[in-house]
């Protein structure tokens, strides 16, 4: 295990130098050394990749080192070699010979078709992948489409966060911490959203869900939705405007599969509603603030997880209640906004 | 150029001079061939890249596997030489090759990606002694570059996601992708259940552009959910609104075999797109009738592999495919292994229906509207159904009847003899039931059987002609069954 993770903390140091400036010391040599270096990683993953114990193993040793994301898992070992390509490729700074070399040492022509451990056929693979993208982008418009960029950054920020749950959850928090500061900041909560839903059943959307069938979802994606949550619900701006953007439907489907999330939605659909006063000209309820939520999106969403599978709709119930109970149990509308919104309620749960 | 260079080999006196010679003129021909191909492609090429209509894009399609094969010659030819002499002979490769890498249908064909990036390699100068030439070679480096991680998005949420999770291509494509394909299944799908809801639904140039930009990726494994997708889905329009070059690039790739697709799906592809049915079926024609010989048991791998016995169960392929073996019979005159051929397709049809366990089920005339219902209903039973010593009754039968439906149509033209005639061809088993029953017959060989067995091997005979070979047929089975009786009390009393 040692000299292996030695091997792969020496190669990332081999990378974040095929990227900067140091490469002007580089020559033909070199860059065949450190291909080489790429295909023995490679032969290590496919070794291990049917032996979870191994990579497991692996994985837990990596996890104290703060070595760049992207190479601290196990998956990282099979595409070493695509990695150094497009660094070298795209590095000006690479010494004359180096880089006339280059070409050929990666695309060595009919001999490499075969060799399934050179980097030429998967270096293909990236290119064609590329171009298929480039022709579903063009068909969509340019963009990508929401609901599969969502899903795609959310899976990626979930392996980012499991390679991280080895160093602790501090480190975890952290990244969190960066991306909500850097933004923007509704697309992070729409992956946010949509991380804690993978794997997950009652999915809505416009993707079909990835993952079992069942509420359970599949252990690591457990662990890192543990991680997620945890974060969010520490951090009330964050939270707040969680369950302020998110739509409806996608808050109602978290809440039913996270029960600490739903406890703490609940609780902030609650303290908007307190902020609602009568308006007695207008005969409805209106905000105080201009920012606070407005009366039928309220509704909307208290609607939503009254649909939700049980036991949501009895907890809804039972905080409308009791909001009314401590208004003076009034059943006339206009009085309690409690009592209005039970009212606005339909009674099928 | 080339005639020096003759010159020069003869007097060193190694090859012969006829082999330089042929030598030089083919790399004559191959170079004035590539030069007038290269003058094509690359006014093709400036074409496409002005603009991405529907039209552009589907003859960017139709000229995807030519242009591949271009690329491989070119490649061929370029291997060899340096980066001066390529220059010389082709000034504007770099532009060609260029607008290659940046036209994604074509980067993202097959293998072109391959033969355009082995192109530029040979172009890299591996000594440049100018500013120019080193230029250039940075110049390729940025379009290696470039083919490798071509996507620029225009949002900058994917910028952040880059920046702050240190993710590159090659982590982020094959998600990005598949989460895509998924996108589009699921839009696919939801279309298809909400049919009468025009709203919901794929708008057909939508699904048109869709399909023509599968053409070049039906052998990407990515892409293998969004062709079934589009192989099972099924509009309210009309006409067709998939695009005919989507069709023909995936039954090329189900046949040679770049891409496993389901049955149903292959049967949905034939339903919906002719002439890949006659191309599979010519397929098959090719491989069981090439010039090696095959037994029955091969035929019959052959035969089921190609899933057309599956497809044909539905009786609109059956006649299509059964029109074809029609064609090659008339063509070889009855070559026994196209009969042989048939004998095992129908038989692995029958097999096929037997398999089905649908509601509907097709009457025997739908298949077979040519022959008699009693004909036909008769032949169709199975024949090693029959216990041995019941077979000869129903095959005196099937003889009677045939014997029927042709003699009895001396009004009627020569082609209903041979519609009959077809018919019982599809159904050989019974001719080797009548060789058996004839070889164990102790008295006289019954003329019904004798007829069959004419019948089948010289259709166009004549009643004459028939007659006469009745009786030498006869004759030789009475000497025939005389030998081996001898034979074997010979091999009893030695």
């Known amino acids: 295990m040692e000299p292996l993770v030695q091997h792969l903390e020496r190669f990332s140091d081999v990378l974040a130098v095929a990227r900067g400036a140091q490469a002007r010391s580089w020559d033909a040599v070199t860059v065949r050394r450190a291909l080489q270096w790429a295909r023995y990683l490679l032969h290590v993953y496919r070794r291990f990749a049917g032996r979870a114990a191994a990579r497991a193993a692996l994985e837990r040793r990596l996890g104290p080192w703060a070595g760049p994301p992207g190479l601290r898992s196990f998956a990282a070992l099979e595409s070493g070699d695509a990695r150094l390509a497009l660094r070298l490729l795209s590095n000006r700074a690479l010494a004359p010979a180096a880089a006339r070399a280059l070409p050929r040492l990666l695309f060595p022509g009919p001999a490499a078709d075969g060799e399934d451990d050179a980097p030429q056929p998967r270096l293909l693979l990236l290119a064609r992948r590329g171009s298929a993208l480039r022709l579903l982008l063009r068909l969509g418009g340019g963009d990508a489409p929401a609901g599969a960029l969502l899903r795609t950054h959310a899976e990626l ?19 969190l911490e960066a991306l909500w500061a850097r933004g923007p900041r509704g697309h992070v909560l729409g992956v946010l959203g949509e991380a804690l839903l993978l794997g997950r059943c009652s999915h809505g959307g416009d993707l079909e869900p990835a993952g079992a069938a069942d509420c359970a ?8 939705q543990g991680l997620l949550l945890h974060w969010l619900l520490g951090s009330p701006e964050a939270l707040a405007a969680f369950c302020r953007r998110l739509p409806a439907d996608r808050l109602a489907s978290l809440a039913s599969c996270h029960p600490a999330l739903s406890r703490a939605y609940l609780g902030l659909l609650a303290s908007w509603a307190a902020q609602l006063r009568y308006d007695l000209r207008e005969g409805s309820w209106v905000p105080t603030q201009p920012g606070d939520m407005p009366w039928e999106e309220l509704r909307l969403r208290l609607q939503r997880l009254c649909q939700a599978p049980p036991p949501l709709p009895e907890e809804v119930l039972e905080t409308l209640r009791g909001g009314k109970a401590l208004d003076g149990d009034f059943e006339v509308p206009g009085m309690s906004v409690w009592t209005d919104l039970l009212l606005a309620l339909p009674r099928g749960a | 150029m080339d005639s020096s260079l003759c010159s020069d080999l003869e007097s060193s006196g190694r090859p012969s001079r006829r082999d330089v010679t042929i030598l030089c003129l083919e790399m004559a021909r191959d170079s004035a061939d590539l030069a007038s191909d290269y003058q094509f492609w690359l006014q093709k090429l400036s074409v496409w890249e002005q603009s991405s209509t529907k039209e552009t894009q589907q003859d960017t399609c139709l000229h995807l596997s030519r242009f591949q094969e271009f690329l491989k010659q070119m490649y061929e030819f370029l291997k060899e030489m340096d980066s001066n002499a390529i220059l010389e002979r082709f000034p504007t490769i770099g532009q060609l090759l260029a607008k290659a890498c940046w036209n994604p249908l074509i980067s993202a064909y097959d293998e072109s990606q391959k033969f355009i990036i082995w192109c530029l390699c040979c172009l890299m100068n591996k000594e440049p002694q100018t500013p120019g030439e080193s230029q250039l070679n940075s110049w390729i480096r940025s379009l290696l570059s470039h083919i490798l991680s071509t996507i620029r998005f225009n949002m900058k949420e994917v910028g952040l996601f880059t920046e702050i999770l240190g993710y590159e291509p090659v982590d982020y494509y094959p998600s990005l992708l598949k989460n895509m394909v998924l996108s589009l299944v699921s839009e696919l799908r939801e279309s298809h259940l909400n049919g009468l809801n025009t709203q919901s639904r794929m708008a057909p140039e939508r699904m048109m552009s869709l399909s023509q930009v599968c053409v070049p990726l039906v052998t990407l494994p990515d892409f293998e959910p969004l062709v079934e997708a589009l192989l099972t889905y099924h509009g309210r329009e009309p006409q067709e609104v998939l695009s005919p070059e989507f069709f023909e690039a995936v039954n090329e790739a189900v046949l040679s075999k770049k891409m496993i697709l389901p049955a149903s799906s292959v049967v949905s592809l034939w339903f919906r797109h002719l002439p890949s049915l006659e191309r599979a079926t010519l397929h098959l024609f090719e491989k069981l009738f090439s010039s090696e010989r095959h037994c029955l048991r091969e035929m019959e791998c052959c035969i089921k592999e190609s899933l057309l016995p599956q497809a044909a169960c539905h009786p609109a392929i059956f006649r299509i495919v059964d029109e074809m073996f029609r064609v090659v019979l008339l063509e070889t005159d009855g070559a026994p292994e196209v009969l042989a051929a048939l004998r095992v397709f129908t038989w692995c049809l029958a097999e096929a229906l037997g398999r089905e366990n649908k509601q509907v089920k097709f009457a025997l005339k ?40 042709v003699e009895d149509h001396t009004r009627g033209s020569p082609r209903d003899a041979f519609e009959s005639w077809f018919l019982f061809a599809h159904f050989g088993g019974w001719v080797d039931l009548a060789v058996e029953q004839l070889l164990r017959m102790e008295a006289d060989p019954p003329e019904g059987l004798l007829w069959l067995l004419v019948f089948y091997y010289s259709p166009q005979d004549g009643s004459q002609q028939r007659a006469q070979t009745m009786v030498e047929l006869k004759a030789l089975l009475g000497r025939l069954l005389t030998l081996l009786r001898d034979g074997q009390h010979r091999c009893c009393n030695p």
Do not use: K, M
């Open chain 1, 157 to 175: 920020l979930g392996a980012r966060l499991r390679e991280l749950g080895g160093a602790g959850a501090a480190a975890a928090r952290g990244l």
């Open chain 2, 366 to 405: 739908t298949y077979f509207p040519y022959g008699a219902p009693s004909l036909t209903a008769v032949l169709s039973q199975r024949p090693d159904a029959i216990p041995r010593s019941h077979r000869l009754q129903p095959l005196l039968h099937v003889s009677q009847l045939l014997r029927e439906a």
């Open chain 1, 217 to 224: 979802g599949g252990a690591e994606e457990t662990e890192t």
